[in-house]
């Protein structure tokens, strides 16, 4: 009995173990665990690792992070101000390289508002590329509404998750 | 060992199923006495509480069991039909199952109309013993559309998303389950968002947007062999997929031209035809039932807007379809072309609405506040759209004549419906 | 003698008196009147329904008219009776069936009317149904007002809205005044009746 507890528990955790597994190995391959149910495949997703940063990025850019009204993708003067030390920043490490990723709070459709996110994280890719920061440096991303920083209903925590992210 | 398998991944579906709440019916039903079917109680037991589930959910009946009658007929020739006028029932509904093998069940069903005293269908069915759910919900649809005249959705199915905290992981599931949200099977395991996801017009294969490989790209899955492949794989982020009605091209939008742009795809050569051009942000496409018209939500008037574009006419200007409001998105066409479903926002709340296209003014059809991704039976009666509740997403429904009811799952969250085109 | 002889015819005369009235009274003089085809031409009626305010008024125009109706038949038996004298008797028995025909109109009218309120009140009009919906039902009614048939014979293009319709009359079931309907004139114009759902 002990025996069969045993391995009712590895195989339990097994799914979640392999995931881990090939979270740590960075690689692009989806594989597909099947599992055959009466005519229907489940899919298990392989998630590719983001790209590894470079410590001293991290440091410099931990807190880029600009806010938008809502419906909105343009900089506010505030946001112009935290972005003038990332470019500083960038214009100092010319090998530096960094993701921005747009977000928008929860209200509307999902797509819509993976677009605004979009629009977003370009508004701050522009206006680095204004600033001197080539675009190849820059990779610009979405998540929509589906990272939420802030899981409340009311403004502020709508307020908190309208924002691009610098990594 | 099998069985710990089978067990272990039974106790899993069973972690997040839906739960079929009926709130509210429409205003004028019909009232229908559902005798027990006649046969082994273990199996009628079953049929019988689907059909009952199945008929309350479509909000058009009021359903009488055996407990509530005056007189329970053994067989067609002594139903006593003053018993029911006395009642108001306006239909009976009586039927049995055999065992014809140990392969094969029988079910018949008889539809009598109690005004008229006379009995207006009779119907034999052929099933499996271990796809009893799919006879009893072939059998409702049967009795609905007897009685309404519609065309019935209890046979179809249901896609959609879940998210739940497994030991502090976060699990997305794309699932796949009959259309009162029973009998899940999940079609895609992520530990990254899924979205957008859409059936294809055979209901044989799945699009929908996936974070795994850390930013939003389409694949497409085939259902019954868990084959998959990504959309445009050289391409960066791409979103919002939907098919076209014969199922050869696939309408997307691409981030490449620096905003949202919709673009079609034909799936054979993949040849890649843009459809919009503007700067501000285009997207959620969506096909008319006839593939002649693509509906899609622009920000080019400064809020989101409905706008059509006319595939047929060559070089054909977007134009606008929403005036009423400053923020009407993710449409989609009624299956008569008659009108259209989508999210507007009215006040501060998000609501599902339809309008009607010769009509000008827009139809509210639920009343909450971040109602989202809704998407319509087949027959056209029937709406099924996300909303928020204490945090939570949890899916709901509305008919067309009022009736509501909710499926939202045991453990955590469900989100992004899609409904399958009718299955036969 | 004389005297009991005037008893006699006074008496005798009361006699016939008596046994015209009772004669009278037990419909031995009433000759009933050719039986008419049975097969009756439908009359269409129409159902008028408007929401909220708009209905009342409606309402008020329905009953106006039958006063007109009977307005114009008291006129016309006004304007008759001065010219009795110089007409022939073919023209007099055109006149009275005139009279009985607008009487007619106005009783087939009235019972319609009825019929509209009736049914009106048991219409639930279903949701999210565009205007503009029209649908035509035939209703076969026996002598005690009693629905024993309802068919639809013009779809309106929606399944809900023709449902609606059929819903409706079937919560009818029976129109209890028929028993008020002459027989003739139920036979000629209440037994089969098309029906125009037309809500405005």
């Given at each position: 009995?002990i ?13 979640f ?5 090939l979270?740590s ?6 594989t597909?665990?099947?599992v ?9 997703a ?14 410099i ?7 938008f ?16 030390s ?24 999902r797509?819509y ?10 508004s701050?890719?522009d206006?680095l ?13 979405s ?12 403004e502020?925590?709508?307020?908190k ?7 | ?9 039974f106790?899993?579906?069973?972690f997040?199923e ?11 039903p019909?009232s ?8 082994s ?25 055996e ?12 139903i006593?039909?003053?018993?029911f ?12 199952l055999t ?13 009598f109309?109690?005004?008229?005293e006379?009995k ?15 006879l ?10 007897e ?14 998303v ?10 997305f ?13 999940i079609?895609?395991?992520s530990s ?5 996801p859409?059936w ?18 389409v ?7 868990g ?21 050869k ?10 905003n ?15 459809l ?5 942000i285009?997207?959620?496409?969506s ?9 899609f ?18 070089s ?33 709340n998000?609501?599902?609405?339809l ?9 509210p ?8 991704s ?8 029937v ?28 453990t ?13 | 003698?004389?005297i ?14 008596h ?6 009274l037990?419909?031995f ?23 909220d ?17 009977s307005?114009n038949?008291?006129e ?22 005139l009279i ?29 149904i565009?205007?503009?919906l ?11 007002g009693?629905?024993v ?13 023709d ?26 114009n ?6 125009t759902?037309n809500?405005?």
């Amino acid at each position: 009995m002990i025996n069969i507890k045993n391995v009712l528990n590895k195989n339990f955790f097994s799914p979640f173990v392999f995931l881990i597994l090939l979270n740590s190995c960075s690689s692009m391959n989806v594989t597909e665990e099947s599992v055959y149910d009466g005519g229907i495949q489940t899919v298990e997703a392989s998630v590719k690792d983001n790209t590894s940063l470079n410590y001293e990025t991290k440091a410099i850019l931990a807190n880029a992070t600009v806010y938008f009204e809502f419906d909105s993708f343009k900089l506010s003067s505030k946001s112009i101000q935290t972005l003038r030390s990332a470019v500083t920043a960038m214009k100092e490490n010319s090998s530096i390289k960094i993701t921005i990723s747009g977000h928008a709070d929860e209200r509307g459709t999902r797509e819509y508002n993976l677009a605004l996110g979009q629009r977003r994280a370009e508004s701050v890719r522009d206006y680095l590329a204004v600033n001197g920061v080539s675009k190849s440096r820059v990779l610009v991303k979405s998540y929509g509404e589906e990272r939420l920083i802030a899981e409340g209903s009311d403004e502020s925590s709508h307020s908190k998750n309208r924002r691009a992210e610098i990594n | 060992m099998k069985i710990f398998f089978s067990l272990l991944f039974f106790t899993q579906l069973i972690f997040s199923e839906l739960v079929l709440e009926i709130t509210q019916g429409s205003e004028d039903p019909y009232s229908i006495a559902l005798i027990e079917f006649s046969g082994s109680k273990k199996i009628t037991n079953e049929i019988n509480s689907i059909i009952n589930t199945d008929l309350l959910r479509t909000g058009e009946f009021k359903i009488f069991r055996e407990s509530q009658l005056l007189s329970i007929p053994t067989n067609e020739e002594d139903i006593k039909f003053e018993d029911f006028k006395l009642l108001g029932i306006d239909f009976i509904i009586t039927g049995s199952l055999t065992n014809e093998d140990k392969f094969n069940i029988s079910a018949s069903y008889q539809v009598f109309n109690v005004q008229k005293e006379k009995k207006i269908r009779t119907s034999k069915i052929f099933g499996i013993p271990n796809k009893l759910r799919q006879l009893a919900h072939y059998i409702s649809d049967g009795i609905y559309e007897e009685i309404t005249g519609l065309k019935g959705v209890a046979s179809t199915k249901l896609l959609y998303v879940t998210e739940n905290i497994n030991d502090d992981k976060i699990i997305f599931n794309l699932v796949v389950a009959d259309s009162d949200g029973s009998n899940e099977q999940i079609l895609l395991k992520s530990s990254e968002p899924i979205i957008s996801p859409s059936w294809s017009p055979d209901s044989k294969k799945v699009a929908y947007v996936s974070f795994e490989t850390g930013m939003a790209k389409v694949f497409i899955q085939t259902i019954a062999t868990g084959k998959r492949e990504m959309v445009l794989e050289n391409s960066s982020q791409i979103s919002s997929p939907s098919w076209s009605p014969n199922g050869k091209f696939l309408s997307l939008t691409l981030y490449q031209d620096g905003n949202a742009e919709i673009y079609i795809l034909n799936l054979k050569n993949q040849n890649l035809t843009r459809l919009t051009n503007h700067y501000a942000i285009d997207t959620e496409s969506s096909w008319s039932p006839n593939g002649s018209k693509i509906m899609f939500t622009s920000g080019r008037s400064g809020s989101p807007q409905l706008y059509e574009i006319n595939l047929r006419k060559f070089s054909s200007k977007p134009k606008r379809i929403t005036f009423e409001g400053n923020y009407n998105a993710k449409g989609s066409y009624l299956s008569s072309g008659e009108g259209i479903v989508f999210v507007h926002r009215s006040e501060n709340n998000f609501q599902i609405a339809l309008k009607y296209t010769n009509e000008s003014f827009i139809r509210p059809l639920t009343n909450s506040k971040l109602d989202e991704s809704p998407s319509i039976s087949p027959n056209g009666n029937v709406i099924i759209y996300a909303i928020t509740e204490n945090g939570m997403s949890m899916l709901s429904g509305v008919t067309l004549s009022g009736a509501k009811f909710r499926l939202p799952a045991r453990t955590g969250e469900v989100r992004e419906p899609s409904w399958s085109g009718f299955l036969r | 003698m004389q005297i009991k002889s005037d008893y006699l015819i006074a008496s005798f005369i009361s006699f016939l008196i008596h046994a015209l009235i009772i004669l009278y009274l037990m419909d031995f003089f009433y000759s009933e009147k050719k039986v008419r085809p049975i097969l009756s031409n439908p009359i269409n009626v129409n159902l008028l329904y408007k929401e909220d305010n708009k209905a009342i008024s409606k309402i008020e125009i329905i009953e106006e008219k039958p006063s007109i109706n009977s307005i114009n038949t008291i006129e016309n038996i006004i304007s008759f009776s001065p010219k009795i004298e110089s007409t022939n008797i073919s023209k007099l028995i055109r006149e009275d069936q005139l009279i009985k025909s607008s009487s007619e109109d106005h009783q087939v009218n009235q019972f319609s009317n009825m019929m509209i309120q009736l049914i009106q009140s048991a219409w639930i009009k279903p949701q999210n149904i565009q205007d503009g919906l029209v649908c035509n039902l035939r209703m076969v009614i026996n002598k005690n007002g009693r629905i024993v048939a309802v068919d639809l014979i013009k779809s309106s293009g929606n399944i809900r809205f023709d449902n609606s319709a059929i819903k409706a009359i079937s919560r009818v079931e029976t129109f209890s005044f028929f028993n008020e309907i002459p027989f003739n004139l139920y036979q000629k114009n209440f037994k089969n009746i098309v029906i125009t759902f037309n809500p405005l």
